[in-house]
C-alpha cells in the first residue's frame, strides 16, 4: 500500500507543473455546497444549458443502430472530415483538404495534440490574458513556456498589435488567439485581426493557433472572422480550432476538430494515436449532423443568450464599483470589481482580491462565480450566464445585495 510521501515520489514531475481547472473546483465547491442544502446559483460552469438539438441526438441513435460501433481512423472518419471541410468553406471561406483536417475528442485534445507535437522545453507561448484556463497549463505540460501578455478593459480586454510585437522573440513558437473569448466574451473585427496579421506577417518563426470553439454565439450583428481567413498569408502556419460543444449543445459528446498543415496534422495523429485513439464513433456520427443539419436553431438560441447577457448587463450597470464591458459573443461577461477591493463585507471578509470576493460571494449569498485570477487578470470576475434568466436575475439581486452590503 502507498503511504502518502511514497505516493508523491510516485507520481511525475510533470505533474507538479500543473493545476488543476479552477472552474471545475469552483463548480464543485458549490455542488458540495447545493448537497449540504445551501441554496447555490452556480454561474460558473462553461457550458450550454440547452439540450442537444433532437435531429442529433436521433443521428446518434441511428450511427448504434447502424452498427458504427467500432475503431474508426484515427483523427476522423471521412464523412465527418467532409462535414469539417465542408464548415470551414460555409462559414470561414477556408479551404482545407481532409488531410489537413484533424478531429479528436473534445477541442481541449485538438489543443493538447498540437501543443505537445511543437513544444520543447525553452519555446515559449504568447497568451493574452485573461485567457482559457487550460492554455497555459498544456503549455507547461509540454514543458513551454506561457508568454502571458494582459488586456485591458479599456482596450475591450483585445490583444493590441504593440503588445504582440514586443512579447515575440526568437523563442515564440504560437501564439493563442481566442475570438469570441472565454472569459471576457470580447470578439476582435476584421480589421482589429488584420493589424496583429500585420505583426504576425513580420515573424515567420511563429505560429497561430486560433480558438474560433465560440464563433456562432454572437451578438448584435458582430461579424466573426478568423485568422487564416483575414489573412491568407498566415494560413500555412495557423491552426484554425473549432468544435460541436458549444454552438451545438454538445459538451458531453467531446467532438473537436481544426485546419492546419498537413505535417502538423501527420503530427498530431501520430501523437492521438498513441493516447486515445479515435474519438467516439457515436459521436462523430452525431457531429456529421450538427454540421451538415439544420442551423437554424442557434439563431434562436443565440436570442436567448442575448437577452440574457442584456439582463445581466443592466443588473450588474447599477452596482457601484462594478464596471462591465458589453461582449459581443460566448456567454460569459468579466466584470471589473476594482471599486470594491479593501472593503469588508456583511460577514466580516475583506475583499483583498477577486479570489476573496468569488469566496464571500459564494459562502455569504450562494452564487458561485470564478474569480478573474484563475484567467489571468484582476480584479475581476466571471460570470456564464448560460443559465434561466429567473436563476440570472436572482442571483443579480444577491450579487447586489452583496455588494451594497460592503464597507
Ligand atoms: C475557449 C475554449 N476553447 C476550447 C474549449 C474546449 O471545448 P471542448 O473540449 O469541449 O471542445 C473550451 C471549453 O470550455 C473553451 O472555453
Known amino acids: ?5 511514497a505516493t508523491m515520489a510516485f507520481l511525475s514531475a510533470t505533474l507538479e507543473r500543473i493545476r488543476p481547472s479552477p472552474t471545475v473546483a469552483i463548480t464543485q465547491l458549490a455542488r458540495d455546497l447545493k448537497a449540504q442544502g445551501r441554496d447555490v446559483i452556480g454561474l460558473a460552469a462553461g457550458e450550454p444549458d440547452f439540450d442537444t438539438p433532437a435531429h442529433i441526438r436521433e443521428a446518434a441513435k ?3 443502430d447502424a452498427g458504427h460501433t467500432r475503431y474508426t481512423p484515427v483523427d476522423g472518419i471521412p464523412e465527418l472530415k467532409a462535414a469539417v471541410a465542408a464548415k470551414f468553406r460555409r462559414d470561414n471561406g477556408l479551404d482545407y483538404a481532409p488531410e489537413e483536417i484533424s478531429v479528436a475528442t473534445g477541442g481541449k485534445q485538438v489543443i493538447y495534440n498540437a501543443l505537445m507535437a511543437t513544444l520543447e522545453a525553452g519555446d515559449e507561448v504568447i497568451i493574452p490574458a485573461p485567457y482559457w484556463v487550460s492554455y497555459p497549463d498544456i503549455v507547461r505540460l509540454a514543458g513551454a513556456t506561457p508568454v502571458i501578455v494582459e488586456t485591458r478593459l479599456e482596450d475591450g480586454f483585445r490583444l493590441r498589435p504593440e503588445a504582440l510585437e514586443a512579447a515575440i522573440t526568437p523563442a515564440t513558437k504560437w501564439l493563442i488567439f481566442n475570438s469570441p473569448s472565454n472569459p471576457t466574451g470580447a470578439g476582435y473585427s476584421r480589421a482589429q485581426i488584420a493589424a496583429l496579421a500585420e ?17 456562432h454565439i454572437r451578438y448584435d450583428g458582430f461579424e466573426f472572422a478568423t485568422p487564416a481567413e483575414v489573412a491568407p498569408a498566415l494560413k500555412e502556419r495557423t491552426l484554425t480550432l473549432n468544435g460541436v460543444s458549444k454552438a451545438y449543445a454538445m459538451t458531453g459528446w467531446r467532438i473537436g476538430y481544426c485546419g492546419a498543415p498537413k505535417p502538423l496534422v501527420d503530427a498530431m495523429r501520430k ?9 467516439c464513433s ?13 442551423q437554424d436553431f442557434i439563431a434562436t438560441r443565440n436570442k436567448a443568450f442575448r437577452n440574457r447577457r442584456d439582463l445581466v448587463l443592466a443588473e450588474l450597470g447599477r452596482i457601484e464599483g462594478i464596471d462591465c464591458p458589453r461582449p459581443e459573443g460566448a456567454f460569459y461577461v468579466f466584470p471589473s470589481i476594482a471599486g470594491l477591493i479593501g472593503k469588508r463585507s456583511r460577514g466580516g471578509t475583506e475583499i483583498t482580491d477577486d479570489e476573496t470576493f468569488a469566496r464571500a460571494l459564494l459562502e ?15 480584479p475581476f470576475f466571471r460570470i456564464s450566464y448560460a443559465t434561466s434568466s429567473a436563476l440570472l436575475a436572482e442571483a443579480c439581486a444577491r450579487i447586489a445585495d452583496f455588494c451594497a452590503g460592503l464597507r
Open 1 to 5: 500500500m502507498f503511504q502518502p510521501g
Open 62 to 64: 441511428a450511427a448504434i
Open 199 to 215: 505583426v504576425l506577417e513580420r515573424h515567420t518563426h511563429v505560429w497561430v493557433l486560433s480558438d474560433d470553439i465560440y464563433e
Open 271 to 279: 501523437l492521438q494515436s498513441q493516447s486515445t485513439t479515435n474519438p
Open 282 to 294: 457515436i459521436a462523430q456520427w452525431a457531429a456529421v449532423e450538427a454540421l451538415n443539419g439544420p
Open 364 to 378: 455569504e449569498t450562494g452564487v458561485a462565480v470564478v474569480h478573474g485570477a484563475a484567467f489571468g487578470l484582476s
